[in-house]
């Protein structure tokens, strides 16, 4: 045992004095010869994006863009009963009674301040978190503050950091590569000052972290215990324990100190029988080391009474001492940081028509997103041998689930693993990616920072695999799963999703100039750090470069749409043109791959069902190709594309208008095989116009259509457009999930197509159908900016939709993926011109 410690240590030395020579060499080099502007801008993204809180899932879980590397977060307990540790934070859980808990001034290159007023704990904290100017170092500041009427409440504080170091050297004996080691004289009793660790690993270096006790200028106050407690259990000092910890179970670190904690309370109970009055919770729950353990997964304990703050600072030991964070400088760094975010919202958000209030709720709408971006690296589980949808659908089948349900369960194997950076749609409820929703979380990152948008799509585009697929929930490795009930974590290569990051693309293409990429911008590496964020878009190389890379991709997505979802047309006489398409997967009440779930279809299910919103989802990702095709200077691919665009048009047309209903509708075949149309008038019913497939000169369809939105009886709400008619048999039936609530997303889409059509169709347009247009538009703005808003003052929270009746919150609490979009509709015009 001491032989390998030393052999560890040596390693250890080894290691550093390596990694330093080689930070040195590389920093000489890099000094005399700057890359190629593509090659330094993606050193400069890389170091600017490296850290983050990308373990969005929890309260604080910070980590680096690196597979199997440091995490770190924050946990926290009451102490005041022995009720208290049962309610430990740490993942962000819907359940938990907060007030508030939201990053409110956040910038991913930068870092921001956190918010949480936890009402089960009783105190309010503020979490800062701010990285240095070459993105390699990071500090934290934490604060509490106690509600009134609980000045003395008595607070447990946990930081945990944990490497994940081990590796497979020979495919069965296990390497530690890693290092992470106390580097202070090892104390049983506790620590009275600074708590230092430091460590190793092949991507960081060398490293240290170090955790203060917040310093002269705090007034901390640990509380006191009974005479004659043990000294190991001393609240006034600081407790740390760590152990070895293989990498598939760093995660689980709450589950582990649980697990600690309740070894030493019952050894404490059981030696002390009859002196359990000197054991409060605040010193029984101080952690012990009591098996001598230490390894890769580290604890450090402080217990606090009332207010409270203490530091904690993360250094690249390889950074120049200009990069690196001291106790002392770290309030001027937040203070830095906090401004630099402020003047960078209001600079890409013009808000001032709005009160103060109003502009800090657009801001964490903003941050609340930005909070939600996350790192994700693991395997996931696929089913490739199943056959969701044959020829006949199979009602209540041995082989399928009982009821309604025509889907065999899903029996997945582990595929990857693979790594996604992403934005998520709610840190407490859905803390993982999502297909349909991240092209709507793109959408406000469009403007603040486009290099970080296409980043994030390059790492979707990423996970497409040989057969042109992309799992439309992305749940990556064990922590991921276990947030996810087991009938929801399998995926099937045979179900798709609405491919939203092509309608993002879409609007960056059409928002960017028209470069010509041989024309490269030469900029130097000051111009780069400067303009970072907006890189690309104002460097035509850089953009004909991303382009070129994705292309090929995009094109294999675009063809497995195009062959698993295609719909039946010469089958049933619906004439030559062939581009329908049929949503795969759906059961008779839901239709998880249109991501509007419950949203009534044709019954009874067949397989001549048509889904007017899928064939637009083909439009935009035909018009999005189309554009990348002409910049690329594709000519053949771009003919082709914008042929199957038109054709797509032209089919939205003939095959689901209704005169009848003034309509565009889904469409099945009745007892005779002949072509029907199936009306549910609602989010299916305004695709094409939410997805301008609408030709301009179709002023009739585009009137039918504004009547419908801004019909009472039909769709129009004081709280935003329904997802379903009033007047539909089904409006607010079952489980009422897009059967009547207002969904901010799809809302957004529709003031955003006011506004085009408002625009395009004047050369057709009737003065009548432009008035309406325009009362529509600046009424349903309102109204929803109104009720947003009001809602988030009243809870704290914005939410994944709202009660179209009465404009209450529903669903999933601190929605801020697409949600934040009515950030976008504050910066809206009040009026059409």
Known sequence: MLVATIYQYLFFLLATVWAIQEQDEFDLIRDQHFEDDDASYERLSHDSLLWGPYNSGRYLGIRPRIPESLLSGLMWFNVDSQLG??????????????????????????????????????????????????????????????????????????????????????????????????????????????????????ELGLFEIKINDGGDHTKNKHPSAPKGTMKALNPKRTHHLSLRVPNPSVWQNRGIFMTLLKDSVQDILSTYAEETDKFPP????????????????????????????????????????????TFETIQSRIDEVLSRVNRKFRENFQLHKFSDRQQEFGQEMLSGLLGGLSYFYGDQLVDRQSAIDADEFLVNDDDFDDGETEIPKLKGDLEGPYELFTLVPSRPFFPRGFYWDEGFHLLPLLKYDSDLALEIIKSWFNLIDDDGWIAREQILGAESRSR?????????????????????????????????????????????????????????????????????????????????????????????????????????????????????????LDVAELNVDLLCWMGVMTRSIRMI?????????????????????????????????????????????????????????????????????????????????????????????????????????????????????????????????????????????????????????????????????????????????????????????WTSTVLLMMEMPEKLD
């Open 484 to 604: 996810v009930p087991a009938e929801f974590q399998v995926q099937s290569p045979a179900i798709v999703n609405p491919p939203t990051l092509m309608l993002a693309f879409t609007y960056l293409l059409d928002s960017s100039q028209r470069y010509k990429f041989d024309e490269a911008v030469d900029l130097g590496e000051g111009d780069l750090k400067s303009d970072i964020g907006q890189v690309v878009l104002n460097n035509p190389e850089m953009l004909a470069n991303y382009t070129r890379q994705i292309y090929p991709k995009l094109k294999s997505h675009f063809d497995m749409f195009r062959r698993t979802q295609q719909g039946s047309v010469e089958e049933f006489n619906r004439g030559q043109n062939k581009e329908a398409y049929r949503w795969r997967g759906r059961t008779v009440s839901h239709s998880l791959a249109s991501g509007i779930d419950d949203y009534p279809r044709p019954l009874p």
């Open 85 to 202: 540790v049962g309610q430990a934070r740490d993942f962000y859980e819907q359940g938990d009674k907060m007030a508030r808990a939201n990053w409110v001034q956040f910038d991913p290159r930068l870092g921001g301040r956190q918010v949480i007023h936890d009402n089960d704990c009783h105190i309010n904290i503020t979490i800062d978190f701010v990285k240095s100017e070459n993105g390699r170092n990071w500090a934290v500041k934490i604060k509490s503050v106690p509600h009134a009427g609980h000045e003395s409440v008595k607070t447990s504080f946990v930081w945990y950091s944990g490497l994940q170091g081990e590796r497979k050297s020979d495919g069965t004996n296990v390497a530690n590569e890693g290092v992470l080691k106390l580097d202070i004289p090892r104390n049983e009793n506790g620590y009275k000052g600074t708590v230092k660790l430091s460590g190793f690993s092949e």
């Open 282 to 325: 605040h010193v029984v729950y101080n952690i012990r080391n009591m098996n001598n353990y230490e390894g890769n997964l580290h604890f450090v304990q402080k217990m606090f009474e009332g207010e409270a703050e203490f530091d904690v600072i993360y250094t690249d030991v390889a950074s120049p001492p200009t990069e690196r964070f």
């Open 629 to 817: 095709a002409g910049i690329l200077e594709l000519k053949e691919d771009e003919q082709h594309f914008a042929k199957v665009e038109s054709d797509i048009i032209d089919n939205l047309a003939a095959l689901h208008w209704s005169e009848e209903h003034k309509a565009y509708c889904d469409a099945s075949v009745d007892d005779d095989d002949e072509h029907i149309l199936v009306c549910h008038k609602g989010y299916v019913s305004l695709f094409p116009f939410l997805t301008k497939m609408v030709p301009a000169e179709s002023v009739d369809k585009i009137e039918s259509i504004v009547d419908n939105l801004t019909d009472p009886e039909e769709l129009w709400s004081d709280y935003g457009i329904r997802s379903l008619s009033k007047a539909d048999e089904f409006y607010r039936t079952g489980e009422n999930y897009w059967r009547a609530p207002v969904w901010i997303n799809i809302n957004y889409l529709i003031l955003e197509n006011l506004q085009h059509y408002h625009e395009i169709t004047k050369p057709y347009a009737s003065r009548q159908l432009k008035e309406k247009i325009e009362m529509a538009y600046s009424e349903l703005r309102q109204n929803l900016i109104k009720n947003v808003y009001q809602q988030w003052e009243k809870t704290g929270f914005v939410w994944e939709s709202y009660d179209d009746q009465t404009g209450a919150n529903k669903g999933a609490k601190n929605f801020l993926g």
